[in-house]
Protein backbone atom coordinates (compact mmCIF):
# COMPACT_ATOMS: atom_id res chain seq x y z
CA UNK A 1 0.00 0.00 0.00
CA UNK A 2 1.34 3.39 -0.80
CA UNK A 3 4.32 1.78 -1.91
CA UNK A 4 5.25 4.63 -4.46
CA UNK A 5 4.65 7.45 -2.20
CA UNK A 6 6.62 5.59 0.15
CA UNK A 7 9.78 4.84 -1.99
CA UNK A 8 10.03 8.75 -2.68
CA UNK A 9 10.11 9.56 0.89
CA UNK A 10 12.72 6.86 1.47
CA UNK A 11 15.10 8.26 -1.58
CA UNK A 12 14.65 11.68 -0.07
CA UNK A 13 15.55 10.50 3.79
CA UNK A 14 18.47 8.90 2.42
CA UNK A 15 19.44 12.13 -0.24
CA UNK A 16 19.48 14.00 3.40
CA UNK A 17 21.31 11.63 5.40
CA UNK A 18 24.04 11.15 2.47
CA UNK A 19 24.06 15.07 2.86
CA UNK A 20 25.15 15.46 6.42
CA UNK A 21 27.81 12.64 5.71
CA UNK A 22 29.10 14.42 2.70
CA UNK A 23 29.37 17.46 5.44
CA UNK A 24 31.26 15.37 7.85
CA UNK A 25 33.77 13.72 5.35
CA UNK A 26 34.60 17.85 4.11
CA UNK A 27 34.79 18.47 8.19
CA UNK A 28 36.61 15.78 9.06
CA UNK A 29 39.48 16.53 6.84
CA UNK A 30 39.77 20.29 8.24
CA UNK A 31 42.69 20.13 10.94
CA UNK A 32 41.30 20.88 14.15
CA UNK A 33 44.45 23.48 14.54
CA UNK A 34 42.82 25.41 12.08
CA UNK A 35 41.98 28.42 14.63
CA UNK A 36 40.16 31.64 13.86
CA UNK A 37 42.84 34.25 12.60
CA UNK A 38 43.11 36.46 15.77
CA UNK A 39 44.57 33.86 17.94
CA UNK A 40 46.87 31.96 15.80
CA UNK A 41 49.57 35.04 16.54
CA UNK A 42 49.51 34.29 20.37
CA UNK A 43 49.74 30.42 19.72
CA UNK A 44 52.94 31.01 17.25
CA UNK A 45 54.76 33.39 19.76
CA UNK A 46 54.30 31.21 22.69
CA UNK A 47 57.09 29.29 22.27
CA UNK A 48 59.29 32.44 21.94
CA UNK A 49 58.24 34.03 24.68
CA UNK A 50 59.02 31.40 26.92
CA UNK A 51 62.52 31.10 26.00
CA UNK A 52 63.31 34.62 25.75
CA UNK A 53 61.32 36.36 28.78
CA UNK A 54 60.83 33.61 31.55
CA UNK A 55 64.74 32.35 31.42
CA UNK A 56 66.54 35.65 31.80
CA UNK A 57 63.80 36.02 35.00
CA UNK A 58 65.11 32.94 36.87
CA UNK A 59 68.84 33.36 36.37
CA UNK A 60 68.99 37.52 36.36
CA UNK A 61 70.22 37.10 40.79
CA UNK A 62 72.76 34.42 40.31
CA UNK A 63 74.31 35.85 37.37
CA UNK A 64 74.17 39.50 38.88
CA UNK A 65 78.04 40.58 38.70
CA UNK A 66 77.58 43.23 41.45
CA UNK A 67 77.20 41.00 45.31
CA UNK A 68 79.81 44.60 47.22
CA UNK A 69 78.27 47.18 45.87
CA UNK A 70 76.39 48.94 49.15
CA UNK A 71 73.23 49.65 47.43
CA UNK A 72 70.88 46.58 47.95
CA UNK A 73 68.43 48.53 48.50
CA UNK A 74 68.17 50.07 44.83
CA UNK A 75 69.16 46.87 43.39
CA UNK A 76 65.68 45.19 44.94
CA UNK A 77 63.85 47.83 43.41
CA UNK A 78 65.94 47.44 39.92
CA UNK A 79 64.80 43.68 40.33
CA UNK A 80 61.11 44.02 41.18
CA UNK A 81 60.84 46.75 38.84
CA UNK A 82 62.65 44.17 35.59
CA UNK A 83 60.38 41.09 37.40
CA UNK A 84 57.30 42.51 37.22
CA UNK A 85 57.23 43.38 33.64
CA UNK A 86 58.29 39.86 32.75
CA UNK A 87 55.47 38.00 35.16
CA UNK A 88 52.70 40.37 33.36
CA UNK A 89 54.16 38.53 29.75
CA UNK A 90 54.19 35.41 31.93
CA UNK A 91 50.50 35.72 32.17
CA UNK A 92 49.44 37.05 28.65
CA UNK A 93 50.99 33.99 27.35
CA UNK A 94 49.83 31.15 29.61
CA UNK A 95 46.74 32.01 29.74
CA UNK A 96 45.94 31.48 25.66
CA UNK A 97 47.37 28.57 25.95
CA UNK A 98 45.49 26.71 28.28
CA UNK A 99 42.11 28.71 25.96
CA UNK A 100 43.16 26.85 23.08
CA UNK A 101 44.02 23.34 24.72
CA UNK A 102 40.35 23.00 26.27
CA UNK A 103 38.96 24.52 22.79
CA UNK A 104 40.94 21.87 21.05
CA UNK A 105 39.94 19.10 23.67
CA UNK A 106 36.11 20.55 23.46
CA UNK A 107 36.13 20.50 19.65
CA UNK A 108 36.95 17.05 19.68
CA UNK A 109 34.62 15.76 21.77
CA UNK A 110 31.95 17.84 19.91
CA UNK A 111 33.41 16.49 16.88
CA UNK A 112 32.30 12.93 18.27
CA UNK A 113 28.82 13.64 19.29
CA UNK A 114 27.78 16.61 16.68
CA UNK A 115 27.08 15.68 13.33
CA UNK A 116 28.01 19.28 10.68
CA UNK A 117 24.55 20.77 10.37
CA UNK A 118 22.85 21.70 6.96
CA UNK A 119 22.50 25.26 5.81
CA UNK A 120 19.90 25.77 3.15
CA UNK A 121 21.84 25.60 0.06
CA UNK A 122 22.82 22.03 0.79
CA UNK A 123 19.26 21.30 1.18
CA UNK A 124 17.69 22.76 -1.63
CA UNK A 125 19.15 20.44 -4.29
CA UNK A 126 17.84 17.58 -2.30
CA UNK A 127 14.42 19.40 -1.06
CA UNK A 128 13.94 20.40 -5.10
CA UNK A 129 14.10 16.77 -6.18
CA UNK A 130 11.67 15.62 -3.14
CA UNK A 131 9.14 18.20 -4.34
CA UNK A 132 8.81 16.42 -7.96
CA UNK A 133 9.02 13.41 -6.66
CA UNK A 134 5.97 14.02 -4.25
CA UNK A 135 4.32 15.45 -6.87
CA UNK A 136 4.86 12.41 -9.39
CA UNK A 137 2.94 10.33 -5.93
CA UNK A 138 -0.43 12.50 -6.75
CA UNK A 139 0.89 15.05 -4.01
CA UNK A 140 -0.65 18.58 -5.06
CA UNK A 141 2.36 21.30 -6.39
CA UNK A 142 0.97 23.56 -2.75
CA UNK A 143 1.26 20.30 -0.60
CA UNK A 144 4.54 19.51 -1.89
CA UNK A 145 6.16 22.98 -1.43
CA UNK A 146 4.24 23.29 1.76
CA UNK A 147 6.45 19.63 2.43
CA UNK A 148 9.95 20.82 1.30
CA UNK A 149 9.53 24.79 3.17
CA UNK A 150 8.38 22.85 6.46
CA UNK A 151 11.79 20.77 6.08
CA UNK A 152 13.57 23.39 5.06
CA UNK A 153 13.18 25.19 8.12
CA UNK A 154 13.27 22.17 10.23
CA UNK A 155 16.53 20.86 9.05
CA UNK A 156 18.66 24.07 8.05
CA UNK A 157 20.93 24.92 10.72
CA UNK A 158 20.60 22.20 12.45
CA UNK A 159 22.83 20.43 14.90
CA UNK A 160 22.91 16.68 14.88
CA UNK A 161 23.90 13.84 17.12
CA UNK A 162 26.16 11.49 15.26
CA UNK A 163 23.99 8.58 14.21
CA UNK A 164 21.03 10.09 14.59
CA UNK A 165 20.45 11.74 11.57
CA UNK A 166 18.17 9.67 9.67
CA UNK A 167 15.93 9.41 12.89
CA UNK A 168 16.06 13.38 13.15
CA UNK A 169 14.91 13.60 9.02
CA UNK A 170 11.99 11.12 9.72
CA UNK A 171 11.10 13.25 12.54
CA UNK A 172 10.90 16.43 10.46
CA UNK A 173 8.90 14.86 7.48
CA UNK A 174 6.79 13.18 10.29
CA UNK A 175 5.68 16.54 11.75
CA UNK A 176 5.11 18.04 8.38
CA UNK A 177 2.98 14.86 7.12
CA UNK A 178 1.30 14.90 10.71
CA UNK A 179 0.51 19.03 10.80
CA UNK A 180 -1.51 18.36 7.03
CA UNK A 181 -3.41 15.50 8.55
CA UNK A 182 -4.37 17.23 11.64
CA UNK A 183 -7.73 17.77 11.06
CA UNK A 184 -10.74 17.72 13.59
CA UNK A 185 -11.26 14.40 13.74
CA UNK A 186 -14.83 12.30 13.48
CA UNK A 187 -15.92 9.37 15.83
CA UNK A 188 -18.86 7.62 14.49
CA UNK A 189 -19.44 5.68 17.51
CA UNK A 190 -19.26 9.06 19.50
CA UNK A 191 -22.15 10.98 16.82
CA UNK A 192 -24.54 7.80 17.57
CA UNK A 193 -24.28 8.18 21.38
CA UNK A 194 -25.52 11.43 20.39
CA UNK A 195 -27.97 11.36 17.83
CA UNK A 196 -30.76 9.33 16.85
CA UNK A 197 -30.88 8.88 13.82
CA UNK A 198 -27.40 10.10 12.47
CA UNK A 199 -28.03 10.89 8.42
CA UNK A 200 -25.13 10.31 6.25
CA UNK A 201 -25.23 11.46 2.67
CA UNK A 202 -22.74 9.73 0.04
CA UNK A 203 -21.78 12.20 -2.69
CA UNK A 204 -18.97 12.45 -5.30
CA UNK A 205 -18.07 11.77 -8.98
CA UNK A 206 -19.36 8.92 -11.27
CA UNK A 207 -17.97 5.30 -10.23
CA UNK A 208 -15.70 6.62 -7.30
CA UNK A 209 -17.01 3.90 -5.06
CA UNK A 210 -20.31 4.94 -2.99
CA UNK A 211 -22.75 2.68 -3.42
CA UNK A 212 -19.61 -0.03 -2.52
CA UNK A 213 -18.72 2.30 0.27
CA UNK A 214 -22.19 2.69 1.69
CA UNK A 215 -22.56 -1.57 1.87
CA UNK A 216 -19.62 -1.69 3.67
CA UNK A 217 -19.92 0.86 6.19
CA UNK A 218 -23.61 -0.58 7.06
CA UNK A 219 -21.50 -4.42 7.44
CA UNK A 220 -19.07 -2.50 9.68
CA UNK A 221 -21.63 -0.80 11.79
CA UNK A 222 -23.65 -4.13 12.36
CA UNK A 223 -20.45 -5.13 13.24
CA UNK A 224 -19.86 -2.85 16.02
CA UNK A 225 -23.81 -3.27 16.92
CA UNK A 226 -25.57 -0.43 15.20
CA UNK A 227 -28.55 -0.19 13.32
CA UNK A 228 -28.58 1.46 9.98
CA UNK A 229 -30.99 1.82 6.89
CA UNK A 230 -30.04 2.40 3.40
CA UNK A 231 -31.79 5.03 1.06
CA UNK A 232 -31.67 4.39 -2.40
CA UNK A 233 -31.20 7.99 -3.29
CA UNK A 234 -29.46 7.42 -7.14
CA UNK A 235 -33.03 7.10 -9.08
CA UNK A 236 -30.72 8.18 -11.98
CA UNK A 237 -28.38 5.68 -13.26
CA UNK A 238 -29.80 2.38 -14.49
CA UNK A 239 -29.49 -0.74 -11.93
CA UNK A 240 -28.87 1.09 -9.26
CA UNK A 241 -31.44 0.23 -6.94
CA UNK A 242 -31.06 -2.99 -8.28
CA UNK A 243 -27.11 -2.87 -6.93
CA UNK A 244 -27.77 -1.33 -3.42
CA UNK A 245 -30.90 -3.79 -2.91
CA UNK A 246 -28.82 -6.94 -3.20
CA UNK A 247 -26.23 -5.26 -1.27
CA UNK A 248 -28.83 -4.32 1.73
CA UNK A 249 -30.21 -8.00 1.32
CA UNK A 250 -26.88 -9.72 1.88
CA UNK A 251 -25.99 -7.56 5.02
CA UNK A 252 -29.30 -7.63 6.20
CA UNK A 253 -30.43 -4.30 6.42
CA UNK A 254 -33.59 -2.40 5.41
CA UNK A 255 -33.39 -0.35 2.15
CA UNK A 256 -36.26 2.27 1.24
CA UNK A 257 -37.02 3.43 -2.56
CA UNK A 258 -38.78 4.82 -4.66
CA UNK A 259 -39.19 4.77 -8.34
CA UNK A 260 -36.34 5.08 -11.25
CA UNK A 261 -36.49 9.24 -12.05
CA UNK A 262 -38.06 9.92 -8.13
CA UNK A 263 -36.71 13.15 -6.26
CA UNK A 264 -34.06 11.47 -4.35
CA UNK A 265 -34.86 14.08 -1.47
CA UNK A 266 -38.06 12.38 -0.86
CA UNK A 267 -35.82 9.19 -0.73
CA UNK A 268 -33.76 10.31 1.78
CA UNK A 269 -36.87 12.40 4.01
CA UNK A 270 -38.84 8.79 4.11
CA UNK A 271 -35.73 6.73 5.36
CA UNK A 272 -35.04 9.35 7.93
CA UNK A 273 -38.62 9.22 8.99
CA UNK A 274 -38.22 5.29 8.82
CA UNK A 275 -35.12 5.49 11.02
CA UNK A 276 -37.09 7.73 13.36
CA UNK A 277 -39.97 5.55 13.86
CA UNK A 278 -38.08 2.33 14.35
CA UNK A 279 -35.32 3.89 16.47
CA UNK A 280 -32.75 3.11 13.60
CA UNK A 281 -28.89 4.45 14.85
CA UNK A 282 -27.99 5.15 10.87
CA UNK A 283 -29.57 6.54 7.64
CA UNK A 284 -27.01 5.90 4.59
CA UNK A 285 -28.01 7.99 1.65
CA UNK A 286 -26.53 6.42 -1.65
CA UNK A 287 -26.56 9.48 -4.49
CA UNK A 288 -26.11 9.36 -8.14
CA UNK A 289 -22.24 10.29 -9.25
CA UNK A 290 -22.30 13.30 -10.62
CA UNK A 291 -19.67 15.91 -12.30
CA UNK A 292 -19.53 18.98 -10.61
CA UNK A 293 -20.01 21.16 -14.68
CA UNK A 294 -23.32 19.24 -14.50
CA UNK A 295 -25.68 22.00 -12.90
CA UNK A 296 -28.65 20.08 -12.73
CA UNK A 297 -27.01 17.80 -10.39
CA UNK A 298 -25.44 19.53 -8.76
CA UNK A 299 -28.53 21.77 -7.58
CA UNK A 300 -30.78 18.10 -7.20
CA UNK A 301 -27.73 17.62 -4.17
CA UNK A 302 -28.69 20.75 -2.80
CA UNK A 303 -31.99 20.02 -2.42
CA UNK A 304 -31.27 16.78 -1.12
CA UNK A 305 -29.25 18.61 1.78
CA UNK A 306 -31.41 21.52 1.95
CA UNK A 307 -34.19 19.54 2.76
CA UNK A 308 -32.96 16.82 4.82
CA UNK A 309 -30.73 18.35 6.70
CA UNK A 310 -27.25 15.55 6.69
CA UNK A 311 -25.57 15.41 9.88
CA UNK A 312 -22.80 14.50 7.65
CA UNK A 313 -22.22 14.99 4.17
CA UNK A 314 -19.30 12.23 2.99
CA UNK A 315 -17.46 12.79 -0.18
CA UNK A 316 -16.26 9.10 -1.98
CA UNK A 317 -12.78 9.74 -3.98
CA UNK A 318 -11.17 7.35 -5.74
CA UNK A 319 -7.69 7.31 -5.17
CA UNK A 320 -6.72 6.38 -8.75
CA UNK A 321 -7.90 9.60 -9.72
CA UNK A 322 -4.97 11.23 -8.76
CA UNK A 323 -4.32 14.70 -8.63
CA UNK A 324 -7.88 15.33 -9.95
CA UNK A 325 -8.89 14.33 -6.59
CA UNK A 326 -8.03 18.09 -5.62
CA UNK A 327 -10.49 19.02 -8.18
CA UNK A 328 -13.04 17.10 -7.21
CA UNK A 329 -12.63 17.62 -3.38
CA UNK A 330 -12.71 21.45 -4.30
CA UNK A 331 -15.52 21.02 -6.48
CA UNK A 332 -17.90 19.25 -3.97
CA UNK A 333 -16.12 21.13 -1.05
CA UNK A 334 -18.30 23.48 -2.42
CA UNK A 335 -21.59 21.18 -0.79
CA UNK A 336 -20.06 21.56 2.51
CA UNK A 337 -18.28 18.38 2.84
CA UNK A 338 -17.96 16.87 6.60
CA UNK A 339 -15.54 14.20 5.63
CA UNK A 340 -14.29 11.58 3.26
CA UNK A 341 -14.22 8.24 2.56
CA UNK A 342 -10.69 7.11 0.29
CA UNK A 343 -11.48 4.17 -2.06
CA UNK A 344 -9.36 2.02 -4.40
CA UNK A 345 -6.09 2.19 -2.19
CA UNK A 346 -5.21 -1.33 -2.83
CA UNK A 347 -5.12 -0.64 -6.17
CA UNK A 348 -3.10 2.65 -5.99
CA UNK A 349 0.12 2.93 -5.38
CA UNK A 350 0.80 6.47 -4.96
CA UNK A 351 -1.26 7.57 -1.74
CA UNK A 352 -0.09 11.46 -2.19
CA UNK A 353 -3.83 12.53 -2.73
CA UNK A 354 -4.63 11.52 0.90
CA UNK A 355 -2.52 14.53 1.60
CA UNK A 356 -3.69 16.83 -0.94
CA UNK A 357 -7.37 15.90 -0.13
CA UNK A 358 -6.87 16.59 3.60
CA UNK A 359 -5.14 19.83 3.05
CA UNK A 360 -7.66 21.11 0.66
CA UNK A 361 -10.73 20.10 2.30
CA UNK A 362 -9.47 20.38 6.18
CA UNK A 363 -11.98 17.43 7.19
CA UNK A 364 -11.24 13.63 8.00
CA UNK A 365 -10.52 10.80 6.08
CA UNK A 366 -12.93 8.19 7.63
CA UNK A 367 -12.13 5.31 6.18
CA UNK A 368 -9.98 3.64 3.14
CA UNK A 369 -11.59 1.22 0.89
CA UNK A 370 -9.17 -1.69 0.42
CA UNK A 371 -10.87 -3.81 -1.91
CA UNK A 372 -14.11 -5.47 -3.34
CA UNK A 373 -15.49 -7.19 -0.07
CA UNK A 374 -17.22 -5.74 3.05
CA UNK A 375 -13.81 -6.53 4.96
CA UNK A 376 -11.50 -4.42 3.02
CA UNK A 377 -12.68 -1.27 4.52
CA UNK A 378 -10.44 0.12 7.01
CA UNK A 379 -10.69 3.16 9.56
CA UNK A 380 -8.20 6.20 8.54
CA UNK A 381 -5.17 6.39 10.61
CA UNK A 382 -3.29 9.67 10.09
CA UNK A 383 -0.51 8.33 12.46
CA UNK A 384 -0.51 5.25 11.45
CA UNK A 385 -0.35 5.99 7.80
CA UNK A 386 2.38 8.14 8.19
CA UNK A 387 4.06 5.75 9.96
CA UNK A 388 3.34 3.06 6.90
CA UNK A 389 5.02 5.82 3.92
CA UNK A 390 7.66 6.97 6.17
CA UNK A 391 8.58 2.91 7.36
N1 LIG B 1 -10.45 -2.45 -5.82
C1 LIG B 1 -11.43 -1.74 -5.31
N2 LIG B 1 -12.56 -1.54 -6.01
C2 LIG B 1 -13.55 -0.79 -5.48
C3 LIG B 1 -13.42 -0.20 -4.21
N3 LIG B 1 -14.54 0.50 -3.96
C4 LIG B 1 -15.33 0.34 -5.04
N4 LIG B 1 -14.75 -0.43 -5.96
C5 LIG B 1 -15.25 -0.82 -7.29
O1 LIG B 1 -15.48 0.34 -8.04
C6 LIG B 1 -16.54 0.16 -8.92
C7 LIG B 1 -17.55 1.31 -8.74
O2 LIG B 1 -18.09 1.21 -7.46
P1 LIG B 1 -19.51 1.76 -7.08
O3 LIG B 1 -19.70 1.55 -5.64
O4 LIG B 1 -20.57 1.25 -7.98
O5 LIG B 1 -19.28 3.29 -7.39
P2 LIG B 1 -20.37 4.46 -7.35
O6 LIG B 1 -19.68 5.69 -6.91
O7 LIG B 1 -21.54 4.06 -6.60
O8 LIG B 1 -20.71 4.59 -8.90
P3 LIG B 1 -21.94 5.42 -9.54
O9 LIG B 1 -23.10 5.13 -8.71
O10 LIG B 1 -22.04 4.90 -10.91
O11 LIG B 1 -21.53 6.85 -9.51
C8 LIG B 1 -17.13 -1.20 -8.59
O12 LIG B 1 -16.67 -2.16 -9.51
C9 LIG B 1 -16.59 -1.49 -7.22
O13 LIG B 1 -16.47 -2.87 -6.95
C10 LIG B 1 -12.19 -0.41 -3.48
O14 LIG B 1 -11.97 0.08 -2.37
N5 LIG B 1 -11.25 -1.17 -4.08
MG1 LIG C 1 -23.55 4.11 -7.00
Not at 278 to 301: S, W, Y
Request: charged share 35%; hydrophobic share 40%; aromatic share 6%.
Amino acid sequence: MFGILKKKLSKAIKSISEKFKEKEEIEKEKPIEEEPVKEQPIVEEHPVVEEKLVEPLEFKPKVAPKPEVVKPKIELEKIKVEKEPEKEVEKKVEKPKKKFFIKRAIERVTRKIIAKKLDESDLLPVLGELEIDLIEADVAVAVAEKIKNDLLKDLAGKEIKRGKEKEVIVAAFKKSLMDILSVPEIDLKKVAAEKKPVTLLFLGFNGSGKTTSIAKLANWLKSEGFTCVLAAADTFRAASLEQLEEHANKIGVKMIKHKYGADPAAVVYDAIEHAKAKGVNFVLADTAGRVHTNKDLMKEMEKIIRVNKPDLKILVIDSLTGNDAVLQAQAFGELGVDAVVFTKVDVNEKGGAILSVTHELKKPILFLGLGQEYKDFEEFDAEKFVNNVLS
